[in-house]
Each structure stands twice: as structure tokens, then as C-alpha cells.
């Protein structure tokens, strides 16, 4: 455990060690080590079910890991609950959309201003006097975002209404508004077309040069994760079976596998 | 073409946030406001007490309850209990000397610490579990002040309320009671579209729609659950308190019971949930269309339109007044408000056809 402590450097963001997390009879992660270090791209990948979204999940507080640590900037954060991990700067996007429908799009991604904002009902009373300077404080940065991720079109729209490849967009600007250090997305690219998937690619890598944002990447689309990510963790059965640049990563022989079955000689 | 929007350009986020950007809008609002301000002079003594001034605090009432209901997600089956508590804590606080103005604050203040106690429940369970929490709120309260007479004034004892003045302005004449209501009901209004369009109230709806992707940007889930219940019980409060004061001026516990918190969900539900313009439609539909189906067919019967029997001139309006209902939430379940939202949407885009959504 101390090795592992001594391994990662002062660059380290998030340092997983050991993670455990039992449902029940069924372990879902048999004791994870990783660490995700200042400005990269790490890629998670793996077949359904290694563990991947469970892992995330124990990262940000929803299924803290029963044994094990979680480090964000030297600092533990295991059992914390999510939203208070959230104000320590941890940012994430969920595989199935999870935008809140019934406000518009602006409101959502203002939403991700929350952990900056003094909600109150006091101040909304008297919005005129008191809450109206936070709203537009906060209003010009999320245009920021907006600009950055192209969304201005359907700024105002009920986010129910704008397709799928939009909506995981404002899932992204969500995230990012709260100015994360670090941010998980899970599979955001899940559902797309090649097109909605490169533009995707564009704005994960303009966003992380924009704000210099760490990420972690969870995706099945190998194309995507040998583009962008500079380190890739492959994951099966709840364990970390091959680790290091994304390429060499995934073509490692436990990998291939894990995914497609044991090698045939002819192949 | 009635609403026109072109020419309409924001280049302030202040503009562009405004409660009403569109001057259509704002017109219609300045004429019923003007409406609302000459109802004294408007209308009689009788429609003006026994119409206006009761919608009017209804309309109060339902805004307090669709902020938790439609707002916030979370059922409210006693919310009769909460304008009790309101109503008997502001009696017995002016009674004892409190001015008005504190008792109110009083009034909402007893009702919102002893609903987010209820409210509480609403952090485990949800849903039908959750009516059923407050369910109990509802019979527990009523218990109490029942079989307590220092709050009662003993067994079926009725409580009037003393006199009292509102800011150095004594609340006795017919249209003193009416402004206060009215004062009241929109400074609840404004309250709730000012909730709307600031973090308070996106915090609300982010826990009510997915509570998990809520915390994981950093809403607490339970401390907006609990501040929905007690925000929306501190107004229940002082509606209670303004019920017995401007409409009432007696109170019994009768007037809080089971009834009256199910004819408030009602309410919330037939004008749209979580609708502000919904909560004065449905506050007006289930509040004056039983009076006004009464009358008409009282009116058709005396001048022998309808030759039926007495009992069933009574009963026909509460046939009629329940196909409505049910005919509404079929017809549009999102209720008055989205038939509004429709017809407004019509005359927006009017003569072309087609809006989003």
C-alpha cells in the first residue's frame, strides 16, 4: 500500500488503492489500484460488467468501497457522500443521460453552478435585490461553457426535446461548469453516430485544454479511447488486468482475452 | 400575431431573465392587476367576500402546496393540518398581544418547523409511503387541537379572531381584509416565480427528477427535501393565518380536515402541478365551478326549465363538478395551465400552426 503511496508522484489527482466493493455474495471490484495523474486522459475500459461504472460509482460517494482508499489530491474521500465529494471538485457525466427534464437547457447546465451558488428562498423573495447578481455572475460563465461546447442554438430548450448526441453535450457542459479538477466521463459517447462521436472527441480535448481538467474515460468505442486517452486501465471481473499507454493497454493478450476469448494459433 | 415577438432582442441576461419578457404578457398582467385592484369598487359586497376574497387565499393556499408538490416532487395529503397549525398558533398569538404582523411570522414559523418534522418521513420514503407519512400529519393534528383545549378552546369550541391591524391599518371593513388576502397571495406568487428562475428552485427540481445526478453536482439531497417542506409549510402558515383572519374570523376544526387537504391537492393537480398560473385556475375550479353549477341550474329550475326534483338539483352540480374534474385531467393531465400554455402558444405562433413543444 505504501509502495503504491511512494509510486504515484505529487502529479497524482486520484489514487484508487485497493478498492474493494462486494454486492452481497458478488464482488464487483476485487481490490482496484490506480492512479490518475494531472492533465491526462485516463481510459476504463473493459466488457460489460468488469466494474467499470462501479468503480466510477465508488469514486463519487454512490457505492462507497467497503475496503480500500480513495485519494483526490492527497486528501481521502471514501464514504464521503456524493455531493460532498462533488464540492471537492469532482465532476461526472452518467451513461444513461441524467439531465433533469421539465427545465431548459440554460437551466441545466446553470445548475452545475450550484456548489458556487447561496441558494435560498430568503433570496429569492427578493431576487430583484439579492439573488439576480448571483444569476448573472454565474450566467457569464456558463455562456463560457456554452460557447466552448457550441450550444447556443438550443440554449433555451426544454432539454427533453434536443436529440440525444445535444443532450450529452449539456451533460458535459453541466460538468464542466462546476470547474471540476477532475472529471469522470461514463461512455459519452454510448448511442452516438461517427459524426456526433467526433464532435464529442473535439470538445472532451477542447475542454481539457480550455480548463485543464483531469478525466477519466469509460467508453467502448476503442477508436475513441486509442485517439485521446494517454494511459489506458483495463478492467475484468472487478480486476485490473493490464494498465499502461492506451495501445499497449488494450493489445495486451490478457485483454484481447478477456474481450474476444482465447487466442486461436491461426488467428 | 397577439403575442409578437419579433422585435423582442435581449442583449442584458437581466432582460433575458425577466418574469415576463414578452409585452403581450405584461399587458394581460397589467389589466388583471388593475382588475384585482379596483374588485372594492367593482364588485358587490357579496362576490367581493364570498368569491374573490376566498379564491384568492385558496389560490395562496395551492401555491404554498404546489411548491412541494409540483416543485419540489413530494406528495402532501395533510396540508389542511399545516394551514391549522398556522390559523391556531396566529389566533392564540394575537390573543396574547402579539402584533399582527408577528403573529404571522409566528403562525408561519409553528407550521413550518412542525411540517418539516412530518416532512422528515419524506427523507426515507416516497411516494404512496410518503402520503401515507402525511396522512398522519393530517389526523394527528387534528387530534390535537381537538382534544387539547388550550389550543381548541375546548370540545366543538369555535375561536373568533380578535381585531387586528395590518401595518397601522385596521382589518375590519370588507375591502381591508380583500387587499391583505390579495397582498398576500401575490407576494406568494411572485415568491414562487422568483423561486423558479433561481438556484433555490433548480436545486428543488434537480432533487426531484433524478436526487442521484442532483448530488453528484453538489445538491444535498436531504437539506432541499427538508427546506421544500419547511418553505412550503412556512407559507401554508401564514396562509392559515390570513384563512382565519380575512375569511373565516372563526375558527373550528372542522375547517382543516381531511377534506379540505384532499380539495387542495385537487386543486394543485386539476391547475397543473408545480403551475403557478395553475394554482389560481385550479384554486377557481374547484373552489367557484360547485357555486356556479349550483346556481345555474337553481336559476334554470325556478324559472321551470327543469322540471326535477329538489334532490336532484342538489346532487346533479356534484355529478357534474366530478365528470369535470376527471374530464380535465383526461383532456390534459398537465391540467388548466397546459390548456392555457396551449392556447398561449397558439396565439403565438398564430396564423402559422406549428410550435415546439
Redesign the interface.
Given at each position: 500500500m505504501t509502495q503504491q503511496q511512494a509510486a504515484a508522484g505529487p502529479d497524482t489527482v486520484l489514487e484508487c488503492d485497493g478498492v474493494c466493493r462486494w454486492f452481497g455474495g458478488l464482488q464487483a471490484l476485487k481490490g482496484i489500484s490506480l492512479s490518475v495523474r494531472q492533465g491526462e486522459i485516463l481510459g476504463l475500459v473493459g466488457p460489460n460488467g468488469s466494474g467499470k461504472t462501479t468503480l466510477v460509482n465508488a469514486i463519487?460517494?454512490?457505492y462507497p468501497p467497503q475496503e480500500g482508499s480513495i485519494r483526490f489530491l492527497g486528501e481521502p474521500i471514501q464514504g464521503l457522500?456524493?455531493?460532498r465529494i462533488?464540492?471537492q471538485g469532482i465532476?461526472?457525466t452518467?451513461q444513461n443521460v441524467?439531465?433533469?427534464?421539465?427545465?431548459s437547457v440554460l437551466?441545466n447546465i446553470?445548475?452545475?453552478?450550484?456548489?458556487f451558488?447561496?441558494?435560498?428562498?430568503l433570496?429569492?423573495?427578493f431576487?430583484w435585490w439579492w439573488?439576480?447578481r448571483?444569476?448573472?455572475k454565474h450566467?457569464?460563465r456558463v455562456e463560457e461553457i456554452i460557447d466552448l461546447l457550441q450550444l447556443e442554438g438550443v440554449r433555451d430548450?426544454?432539454v427533453e426535446?434536443i436529440p440525444l448526441g445535444l443532450q450529452k453535450r449539456v451533460e458535459l457542459a453541466?460538468?464542466l461548469c462546476?470547474e471540476p479538477r477532475f472529471l469522470v466521463l461514463d461512455e459519452p459517447m454510448a448511442g452516438m453516430n461517427q459524426e456526433e462521436k467526433e464532435y464529442m472527441v473535439r470538445f472532451i480535448l477542447d475542454a481539457r485544454d480550455a480548463m485543464g481538467v483531469t478525466m477519466l474515460l469509460i467508453e467502448h468505442h476503442m477508436d475513441v479511447v486509442t485517439a485521446i486517452c494517454n494511459r489506458a486501465v483495463v478492467l475484468n471481473n472487478g480486476e485490473k488486468i493490464a494498465e499502461g499507454p492506451t495501445r499497449e493497454a488494450i493489445n495486451d493478450p490478457a485483454v484481447v482475452t478477456a474481450y474476444i476469448g482465447k487466442m486461436q494459433d491461426a488467428a | 400575431m397577439f403575442y409578437r415577438l419579433s422585435g423582442i432582442k435581449h442583449t442584458r441576461y437581466v432582460s433575458a431573465r425577466a418574469l415576463w419578457p414578452i409585452p403581450a404578457d405584461r399587458r394581460i398582467l397589467y389589466v388583471l392587476g388593475a382588475l384585482a385592484l379596483l374588485a372594492p369598487v367593482l364588485l358587490s359586497d357579496l362576490y367581493l367576500t364570498s368569491y374573490m376574497l376566498p379564491w384568492l387565499i385558496w389560490t395562496a393556499a395551492a401555491l404554498s402546496l404546489t411548491l412541494l408538490m409540483g416543485m419540489a416532487g413530494q406528495l402532501h395529503f395533510g396540508f389542511a393540518a399545516v394551514l391549522a397549525i398556522g390559523a391556531y398558533t396566529s389566533i392564540h398569538l394575537t390573543r396574547a398581544g402579539v402584533p399582527f404582523e408577528l403573529a404571522l411570522l409566528g403562525a408561519g414559523l409553528s407550521s413550518a418547523v412542525i411540517g418539516s418534522a412530518f416532512g422528515a418521513a419524506a427523507l426515507r420514503v416516497k411516494g404512496l409511503y410518503l402520503v401515507m407519512a402525511t396522512l398522519s400529519m393530517q389526523y394527528l393534528v387534528e387530534w390535537v387541537i381537538v382534544n387539547v383545549p388550550a389550543i381548541s378552546g375546548g370540545a366543538q369550541a369555535t375561536l373568533n379572531t380578535p381585531d387586528v391591524r395590518f401595518l397601522f391599518v385596521p382589518l375590519q371593513s370588507d375591502a381591508s381584509l380583500y387587499y391583505m388576502a390579495l397582498l398576500w397571495t401575490v407576494v406568494v406568487t411572485l415568491l414562487l416565480l422568483n423561486i423558479r428562475r433561481s438556484s433555490f428552485g433548480r436545486a428543488l427540481v434537480a432533487v426531484r427528477d433524478k436526487d442521484f445526478a442532483a448530488a453528484v453536482i453538489g445538491v444535498n439531497p436531504v437539506r432541499f427535501k427538508l427546506l421544500a417542506f419547511f418553505v412550503s409549510s412556512f407559507l401554508g402558515g401564514v396562509t392559515g393565518a390570513i384563512l382565519a383572519f380575512c375569511y373565516y374570523q372563526a375558527v373550528t376544526p372542522e375547517q382543516f380536515g381531511f377534506n379540505v387537504s384532499i380539495q387542495l391537492v385537487a386543486m394543485v393537480l386539476v391547475g397543473g402541478l408545480g403551475s403557478v398560473i395553475g394554482a389560481y385556475l385550479g384554486a377557481g375550479f374547484v373552489l367557484l365551478l360547485p357555486i356556479l353549477l349550483t346556481n345555474l341550474l337553481a336559476g334554470a329550475a325556478q324559472i321551470d326549465w327543469l322540471p326535477i326534483s329538489f334532490n336532484l338539483i342538489a346532487h346533479i352540480p356534484l355529478m357534474v363538478y366530478g365528470a369535470l374534474i376527471i374530464g380535465v385531467i383526461l383532456f390534459e393531465p398537465l391540467g388548466l395551465a397546459k390548456i392555457y400554455d396551449n392556447l398561449r402558444k397558439y396565439f403565438l405562433v398564430w396564423p402559422f400552426r406549428h410550435t415546439q413543444s
Amino acid at each position: 500500500m505504501t509502495q503504491q503511496q511512494a509510486a504515484a508522484g505529487p502529479d497524482t489527482v486520484l489514487e484508487c488503492d485497493g478498492v474493494c466493493r462486494w454486492f452481497g455474495g458478488l464482488q464487483a471490484l476485487k481490490g482496484i489500484s490506480l492512479s490518475v495523474r494531472q492533465g491526462e486522459i485516463l481510459g476504463l475500459v473493459g466488457p460489460n460488467g468488469s466494474g467499470k461504472t462501479t468503480l466510477v460509482n465508488a469514486i463519487t460517494g454512490f457505492y462507497p468501497p467497503q475496503e480500500g482508499s480513495i485519494r483526490f489530491l492527497g486528501e481521502p474521500i471514501q464514504g464521503l457522500k456524493p455531493h460532498r465529494i462533488a464540492r471537492q471538485g469532482i465532476a461526472r457525466t452518467f451513461q444513461n443521460v441524467a439531465l433533469f427534464k421539465g427545465l431548459s437547457v440554460l437551466d441545466n447546465i446553470l445548475l452545475g453552478r450550484h456548489i458556487f451558488m447561496r441558494p435560498s428562498s430568503l433570496a429569492s423573495l427578493f431576487y430583484w435585490w439579492w439573488a439576480q447578481r448571483e444569476e448573472v455572475k454565474h450566467r457569464l460563465r456558463v455562456e463560457e461553457i456554452i460557447d466552448l461546447l457550441q450550444l447556443e442554438g438550443v440554449r433555451d430548450e426544454p432539454v427533453e426535446v434536443i436529440p440525444l448526441g445535444l443532450q450529452k453535450r449539456v451533460e458535459l457542459a453541466r460538468a464542466l461548469c462546476a470547474e471540476p479538477r477532475f472529471l469522470v466521463l461514463d461512455e459519452p459517447m454510448a448511442g452516438m453516430n461517427q459524426e456526433e462521436k467526433e464532435y464529442m472527441v473535439r470538445f472532451i480535448l477542447d475542454a481539457r485544454d480550455a480548463m485543464g481538467v483531469t478525466m477519466l474515460l469509460i467508453e467502448h468505442h476503442m477508436d475513441v479511447v486509442t485517439a485521446i486517452c494517454n494511459r489506458a486501465v483495463v478492467l475484468n471481473n472487478g480486476e485490473k488486468i493490464a494498465e499502461g499507454p492506451t495501445r499497449e493497454a488494450i493489445n495486451d493478450p490478457a485483454v484481447v482475452t478477456a474481450y474476444i476469448g482465447k487466442m486461436q494459433d491461426a488467428a | 400575431m397577439f403575442y409578437r415577438l419579433s422585435g423582442i432582442k435581449h442583449t442584458r441576461y437581466v432582460s433575458a431573465r425577466a418574469l415576463w419578457p414578452i409585452p403581450a404578457d405584461r399587458r394581460i398582467l397589467y389589466v388583471l392587476g388593475a382588475l384585482a385592484l379596483l374588485a372594492p369598487v367593482l364588485l358587490s359586497d357579496l362576490y367581493l367576500t364570498s368569491y374573490m376574497l376566498p379564491w384568492l387565499i385558496w389560490t395562496a393556499a395551492a401555491l404554498s402546496l404546489t411548491l412541494l408538490m409540483g416543485m419540489a416532487g413530494q406528495l402532501h395529503f395533510g396540508f389542511a393540518a399545516v394551514l391549522a397549525i398556522g390559523a391556531y398558533t396566529s389566533i392564540h398569538l394575537t390573543r396574547a398581544g402579539v402584533p399582527f404582523e408577528l403573529a404571522l411570522l409566528g403562525a408561519g414559523l409553528s407550521s413550518a418547523v412542525i411540517g418539516s418534522a412530518f416532512g422528515a418521513a419524506a427523507l426515507r420514503v416516497k411516494g404512496l409511503y410518503l402520503v401515507m407519512a402525511t396522512l398522519s400529519m393530517q389526523y394527528l393534528v387534528e387530534w390535537v387541537i381537538v382534544n387539547v383545549p388550550a389550543i381548541s378552546g375546548g370540545a366543538q369550541a369555535t375561536l373568533n379572531t380578535p381585531d387586528v391591524r395590518f401595518l397601522f391599518v385596521p382589518l375590519q371593513s370588507d375591502a381591508s381584509l380583500y387587499y391583505m388576502a390579495l397582498l398576500w397571495t401575490v407576494v406568494v406568487t411572485l415568491l414562487l416565480l422568483n423561486i423558479r428562475r433561481s438556484s433555490f428552485g433548480r436545486a428543488l427540481v434537480a432533487v426531484r427528477d433524478k436526487d442521484f445526478a442532483a448530488a453528484v453536482i453538489g445538491v444535498n439531497p436531504v437539506r432541499f427535501k427538508l427546506l421544500a417542506f419547511f418553505v412550503s409549510s412556512f407559507l401554508g402558515g401564514v396562509t392559515g393565518a390570513i384563512l382565519a383572519f380575512c375569511y373565516y374570523q372563526a375558527v373550528t376544526p372542522e375547517q382543516f380536515g381531511f377534506n379540505v387537504s384532499i380539495q387542495l391537492v385537487a386543486m394543485v393537480l386539476v391547475g397543473g402541478l408545480g403551475s403557478v398560473i395553475g394554482a389560481y385556475l385550479g384554486a377557481g375550479f374547484v373552489l367557484l365551478l360547485p357555486i356556479l353549477l349550483t346556481n345555474l341550474l337553481a336559476g334554470a329550475a325556478q324559472i321551470d326549465w327543469l322540471p326535477i326534483s329538489f334532490n336532484l338539483i342538489a346532487h346533479i352540480p356534484l355529478m357534474v363538478y366530478g365528470a369535470l374534474i376527471i374530464g380535465v385531467i383526461l383532456f390534459e393531465p398537465l391540467g388548466l395551465a397546459k390548456i392555457y400554455d396551449n392556447l398561449r402558444k397558439y396565439f403565438l405562433v398564430w396564423p402559422f400552426r406549428h410550435t415546439q413543444s
